[in-house]
């Protein structure tokens, strides 16, 4: 589904991206963790080309990322992002902002387009705030909204950029809660987390990235297990030390 | 020759001549506002841009317009323009004007705006495939105009009072009628009283007009979200246009 390919990038004189590569597939809950700094953020938002990478390549769904006539619109209707501050567009009602995209992008009828919409806005448990702006909404309930305008794009995979970050605890578990049932219809998931508990529950492979390299490339099992790199075996006692 | 002249005042007041003078000055500040801040939309998305080929011609225009007075600028339209075989009347000749002047100014507001939409909102539109296009009219734009309301405002309330500057090229508006009765009967006082007069009506209603459009555009940012059916009560025409 998503190949990276030696893909490298740099802020001037600082690499962020070391040549990172590994290969996911159909169906994958794939969990990025490491330290803050080292790359895993960008490395999601080059999967979507919101970030450039000046070199290797990444292909989705057969699809290069990095090309010069790569139709963007077309990659990114097949990779949905959650973003760690939401980014619902304030102006618009929550069932605005997830016809916006599918209405303008994929040109799709205003009817199908509204039983969609108030489909996934019952999935995620928002039927009754269609209406409102974002700004009435708690955190928990805008990223769930967030959620629910990815999905409408009918994407084949589901990018998260810390999706739980930016919300207090108790609305941790209600977005958690909605992203495990996705992984367990079998979407295919890459997700930029803190959320060992998360990642022990619902992830396939961890990837480990630390400095810009992918450090460890793993069944989830083995990754929990120990059977991991020395450097994330430490920042996985200390993740579990001071749960976030 | 008394002080004042209560009866010069209301007769003035009343004079048809003035209140089509006013009339004239509602209408030229109207339409330079809005193309103005159609030219000045694009200058501001050309001054923005990376490419230097658009952003240079756009910071000259506002390093000229802004630089060199309105009247100076009034008086080369209308006295250029005719050496160029173009005959326009002085009222086409001071709207261009307005236009042109007002407009290096509001691309500066438009700019300012545009530069405080959250980055966010424009990642997670591109993330949803939307083109630059897209972006632009959906997202940026709305939420930018919220943003520039106020400023906007000055701007409409300056202009109201700066056309009176059209009155070097001969143009009839509501300051030059009130100069034209002067000589009449020589009542300065009470004529720039009523003058002024009209100019506050005329900010007041702008003043009552803004204060609508704030509060339509306010409304998705309101935590209290009242119901549509008391919004339709309150604001009947608002209500309607956001359907």
């Known amino acids: 589904m998503i190949t990276l390919d030696t893909v490298t990038k740099s802020y001037g004189a600082f690499q962020v991206l070391k040549g990172c590569s590994a290969e996911i597939g159909r169906g994958e809950v794939v969990v990025v963790c490491g330290p803050s700094g080292s790359g895993k953020s960008t490395l999601i938002k080059c999967i979507n080309a919101l970030e450039t990478f000046e070199s290797g390549q990444i292909y989705v769904d057969g699809m290069a990322v990095r090309s010069a006539n790569t139709d963007h ?11 760690q501050s939401f980014e619902l567009f304030s102006h618009l009602s929550i069932l605005d ?11 799709r009828g205003k009817e199908e387009l509204r039983e969609h919409a108030e489909t996934l806005l019952r999935r995620v448990g928002l039927e009754q705030h269609a209406d409102k702006y974002p700004i009435a909404l708690s955190g928990g309930q805008q990223q769930r909204a967030a959620i629910a305008r990815a999905l409408a794009m009918k994407p084949d995979v589901m990018l998260f950029d810390e ?13 958690l809660q909605v992203m495990m049932e996705l992984a367990r219809e079998g979407m295919t998931m890459m997700c930029v987390t803190h959320e060992m508990g998360f990642a022990r529950q619902v992830a396939t492979r961890i990837l480990f990235v630390d400095a810009g390299e992918i450090v460890d490339d793993c069944p989830a099992a083995d990754f ?5 790199s020395a450097r994330a075996q430490a920042f996985l006692r200390f993740e579990e030390a001071h749960p976030s | 020759m008394q002080i004042w002249s209560w009866h010069g005042f209301f007769t003035y007041l ?5 209140f089509r ?10 339409v330079s506002m809005v193309m103005g801040f159609l030219l000045g939309l694009l200058i501001a998305v050309m001054k923005r841009s990376q490419r230097r080929l658009l952003s240079w011609p756009a910071r000259f225009y506002v390093w000229f317009f802004r630089g060199t007075p309105l009247l100076v600028q009034l008086v080369v339209i209308y006295t250029g323009l005719p050496k160029l075989d173009i005959r326009l009347s002085v009222l086409a000749c001071s709207i261009i004007g307005l236009t042109l002047n007002e407009a290096a100014y509001l691309a500066e507001i438009i700019r300012a705006g545009l530069n405080a939409v959250p980055t966010g909102q424009i990642a997670a539109a591109r993330a949803l495939g939307l083109s630059e296009r897209q972006i632009a009219w959906r997202i940026a734009f709305p939420q930018a105009f919220r943003l520039i309301i106020p400023p906007l405002g000055n701007s409409v309330n300056g202009l109201l009072k700066t056309t009176s500057v059209t009155s070097v090229i001969s143009m009839e508006e509501l300051m030059q009628r009130s100069q034209i ?11 720039f009283s009523v003058a002024a007069l009209y100019y506050l009506l005329m900010t007041t209603a702008w003043d009552f007009l803004q204060r609508r459009i704030e509060h339509y555009a306010e409304r998705p940012y309101r935590r209290q979200q009242k119901t549509a059916a008391v919004e339709a009560i309150e604001f009947p025409a608002t209500t309607q246009d956001a359907r």
């Open chain 1, 163 to 175: 999706p739980t970050s930016a919300l207090d605890p108790e609305m941790v578990q209600e977005v």
């Open chain 2, 181 to 191: 009765l002067v000589q009449d009967q020589f009542m300065v006082l009470e004529l």
């Open chain 2, 21 to 30: 003078g006013a009339l004239i000055t509602v209408y030229m500040t109207a």
């Open chain 2, 14 to 18: 009343g004079s048809p001549y003035i």
């Open chain 1, 97 to 107: 902002n997830i016809m916006l995209a599918p209405r303008l992008v994929q040109k």
């Open chain 1, 224 to 228: 929990f297990a120990g059977r991991c």
């Open chain 1, 73 to 83: 619109s077309a990659l990114r209707a097949k990779a949905g992002m959650v973003f």
